[in-house]
């Protein structure tokens, strides 16, 4: 079965600072991989996906990117956050199932 | 129009109540359903999915999609008070590469 390594858990940061969420996968090769944030009262909204190494999907322009250098590593970043930048940023895998990690909290102060 | 519309709550039932979770959507394409369970500050975790109208049973839990109203339903029977959580609904639809559609979920109560 697939597991998804999510860190950190929490995190706070001021205004303007950089950001980087890694999530890593194990027991799957080639995955698709998906970054998710879920703000109050907004429901789960996709950022990115990846089909595999270098592929990069954006679904909402926004101030955050992300990388798949490696097969089962998925990277969040931002240069510069925003107070709207905080809310709870799940990744996903897919191979046959659809599996989340536990989450980082993010608050932008 | 939002694709898929659900109730957000909060819904509070006491111990033992059987519980009706419920979503609509509007696009037909969506092809595959799926309930997720989330817990306080916790990743959503897959409790059902199914891809065809009818019902599925596992446990306790029972999920149901009507395709020609387009409504999808999760069922819990004899709710127990580690069923309050967020539940949320999720649809896929064919050549979307696997990207999810979720509910705002419904947070759910069970007193005991």
């Known amino acids: 079965s697939q597991t998804i390594h999510q860190w950190p858990a929490t995190l706070v940061q001021p205004v303007g600072s950089p950001l980087s969420l890694e999530c890593t996968v194990e027991g799957t090769s080639n995955p698709n991989l998906y970054w998710y944030r879920q703000a109050a009262g907004r429901g789960l909204q996709l950022l990115f996906y990846?089909?595999?190494?270098?592929?990069i999907s954006s679904e909402v322009p926004q101030n955050l990117s992300a990388s798949r250098p490696q097969d089962r590593q998925f990277i969040l970043s931002s240069k510069k956050l925003l107070l709207s930048d905080s809310g709870f940023y799940l990744c996903?895998?897919?191979?046959?199932?659809?599996?989340f990690g536990s989450g980082t909290r993010l608050t932008v102060v | 129009q939002k694709e898929v519309e659900q109730d957000p709550g909060p819904l509070s039932v006491p111990e033992g109540a059987i519980v009706s979770l419920n979503c609509t959507y509007s696009?037909?394409?969506?092809?595959?359903f799926m309930w997720y369970r989330q817990y306080s500050r916790k990743g959503p975790e897959l409790l059902m999915y199914t891809y065809s109208s009818g019902n599925k049973e596992d446990g306790r839990f029972t999920a149901q999609v009507d395709k020609s109203s387009k409504y999808i339903s999760l069922f819990i029977r004899d709710s127990q008070p580690s069923d309050s959580a967020t539940y949320l609904c999720a649809l896929i639809y064919f050549g979307s590469q696997g990207n999810l559609i979720f509910g705002k979920g419904t947070k759910l109560s069970v007193k005991p």
């Open positions: 996903a895998c897919t191979l046959g199932g659809y599996t």
């Open positions: 990846s089909v595999g190494i270098g592929q």
């Open positions: 696009n037909s394409a969506f092809q595959y």
